[in-house]
């Protein structure tokens, strides 16, 4: 086969990710319409560090995109405990902001899971607050985390037979794995999860149907640890020299996928679209 056919099998993130916005807008211009309600995120951004600044102003221009207000709490590396925690509390008091994003990680200084609780689980727009992950876990899936629920909408765009299939997650996350592993279990797969301390990695990835990777080990992922027609998703990052990798080593393992995601262009450009979609979710439940 020739290398430009590999092109069908690539799961086009950038595209699916318009679709989901323009579904969002319409719902967000049916509400204002309807309820005079206009979806309003708060980012929270402690710091200044160069990675989180970008992934923030990503979020705020998808929301332009969709019509949903967004603001952005900046506030200094100085910020105390206290302080975070009352911007916290002002913004769940706020009923113009229906979701409220904290921006991980924090400096040092600071108590990420304190500040995660804080946060009312109806404005938990990124779907980590244990109440929102609880609810996952017994099948009822309204904010739940981002990336994953993505997954599970390019899943089901391909038409991705999930239930009774061998579901492998590596990475066992809060963010990315653990939450995944809900949700394929929810829709019947039987699912493996291995990490960094699982004996024989490949044992479990040859055996993948659909092979889930987020890591963020560069290339962990080689051609003779897949099964030929796997379904496979990236969602690990590495930096190296100005260029941008995955976990996943793609031009090898795409000619063994049935269907892959590519870094960058794949499950991250959904994942900011689900975030759009909970905003939305979250001022029509209001």
Known sequence: MAEENYDSRKIDGRSLSKKVEEQVKQGVDKLKAEKGVTPGLATILVGDDPASKMYVRLKHKACERVGIHAEDQNMPESTTQEELMQKIQELNDREDIHGILLQLPLPKHLDDKSAMLAIDPAKDADGFHPYNMGKLLIGDEGLVPCTPKGVIRALEEYDVAIQGKHAVIVGHSNVVGKPMAAMLINRNATVSVCHVFTDNLKKFTLDADILVVGTGVMHLIKADMVKEGAVIF???????????????????????????????????????????????????NC
Request: net charge negative; hydrophobic share 45%.
């Open 234 to 284: 990236d969602v690990g990052i590495t930096e190296k020299e100005g260029k941008v990798y995955g976990d996943v080593d793609f031009d090898n393992v795409v000619k063994k996928a049935s269907l892959i995601t590519p870094v960058p262009g794949g499950v991250g450009p959904m994942t900011i679209a689900i975030l759009m979609e909970h905003v939305l979710m979250a001022a029509s």
